[in-house]
């Protein structure tokens, strides 16, 4: 399939909002773990997104999922895309900055490339995308230092389980592939999340307890943000413009997002990033644009004399 490049202006303006809401996110997140635990606070994200996106399917009319086989690939879904990057992500911003967390976060994509060329029979590695993963895992390196030589610290840890967090949402969007590809994307997404609320709950409850709902208002505000704009919402936004720009365009939104939450640290939280992470940032990012073929057709284009 030939990869879409022309991207309208709505286009843009719909991929500009995901990457400031998903941008937020990381701030937001971080500002409820100033209160609640790591496992709470993702409870709270994947059952509440469950719920507003039930009650969007419900109100939408859409078919609801039967068989326990789909219910079944839900679970898995969330446990891969949810439960376990969510958890790792959240126990890792509490050691590392929200800015570095998105920019370890951008790794997913290259992570994506490398299962689906192990998996797929048509997503095989050329050497433009060997090219793309090996830029993305250097710039992984040079953004997680080279103090990390010198003994594991805590800080190392959180970036680790951040890492770890990636490659499972890259094995989960395998996953999706071959279990989920027939079922609308809201639901498909409902499912997901409702997969992940059963795993969470009890897991949550016999490490962190019971939650207290007498949360300052800040905790509240970044809750209610995560869990319905940058999860519920953002998820129908991605399959829009998924629809719209195609998944070579979307993949831009991941160098998009770290801007913002480097931004929002900086500002709300007085974060400040080691130079080694915006250079490993950069790194990466050319890895991403090398993987989606972007960068080498900009090349032919110039060579062409159209550009």
Known sequence: MTPQTDISARAWAELLLLALIWGGSFLAIRTALDEIGPLTSVFFRVSLAALALWVWIWARGLALPRGAALWRAGLVMGLLNNVLPFSLMAWGQLHIPTGLTSI?????????????????????????????????????????????????????????????????????????????????????????????????????????????????????VSVLYYALVATAFAYLLYYRIL??????????VTLLIPPVAITLGAWVRDERLEPTAFSGFALLGLGLLVLDGRAARWLRARHAGKI
Not at 117 to 131: C, N
Not at 169 to 189: D, F, I, M
Not at 243 to 252: R, Y
Request: without cysteine.
């Open 104 to 220: 370890l976060n951008a790794t997913t994509a290259v992570w994506g490339a490398l299962i689906a060329a192990l998996v797929f029979a048509d997503e095989r590695l050329t050497p433009r995308k060997i090219a793309g993963v090996s830029l993305g895992f250097a710039g992984v390196i040079l953004a997680i230092g080279p103090d990390v030589l010198d003994g594991i610290s805590v800080a190392d840890l959180g970036q680790i389980a951040v890492v770890a967090g990636t490659l499972s949402y890259a094995l989960a969007s395998v996953w999706g592939r071959r279990h989920l590809s027939g079922v609308s994307p809201e639901v498909a997404a409902a499912l997901m999340l409702t997969g992940a609320s059963a795993v969470m709950t009890p897991l949550m409850l016999s490490t962190e307890g019971v939650p207290q709902l007498a949360m300052a208002p800040r905790t509240i």
């Open 243 to 252: 629809k719209m720009a195609g998944a070579s365009n979307l993949m831009l």
